[in-house]
Nanobody, 123 residues
Framework: QVQLVESGGGLVQPGGSLRLSCAAS????????MDWYRQAPGKERELVAG???????NYADSVKGRFTISRDNAKNTVYLQMNNLKPEDTAVYYC?????????????????WGQGTQVTVSS
């Protein structure tokens, strides 16, 4: 079964750091674009950062200079390093990715979401 699994969330004080991980598991053939989204209570889900299959990155203005997205293709994992965290960064963080995978001898591509990991920034 192909899935994305996030980890690394938690409670941190303002100014602190966290690193989120998103690991793709299953019979993965390729990982193309990968993105991190977040959703705060009462707000819509928003794109935080993304990385293309070629390694080109993009960030929301609100996190530029503080967050860094990276990928380790050998481990089928994408990371989000979050520094200088602020209370307004509090949200559930989700990874989203376009994956190529094999199932029953066939090759497929599809978009997947992880289950989310909670990040709380509070003193």
């Amino acid at each position: 079964q192909v899935q994305l699994v996030e980890s690394g969330g938690g409670l941190v004080q303002p100014g602190g750091s966290l690193r989120l991980s998103c690991a793709a598991s299953g019979n993965i053939g390729s990982i193309n674009a990968m993105d991190w989204y977040r959703q705060a209570p009462g707000k819509e889900r928003e794109l935080v950062a993304g990385v293309t299959g070629g390694g080109v990155t993009n960030y929301a203005d609100s996190v530029k200079g503080r967050f860094t997205i990276s990928r380790d293709n050998a481990k089928n994992t994408v990371y989000l390093q979050m520094n200088n965290l602020k209370p307004e960064d509090t949200a559930v963080y989700y990874c989203n990715g376009d994956l190529g995978y094999r199932s029953s001898g066939e090759y497929y591509t599809a978009n997947f979401w992880g289950q989310g990991t909670q990040v709380t920034v509070s003193s």
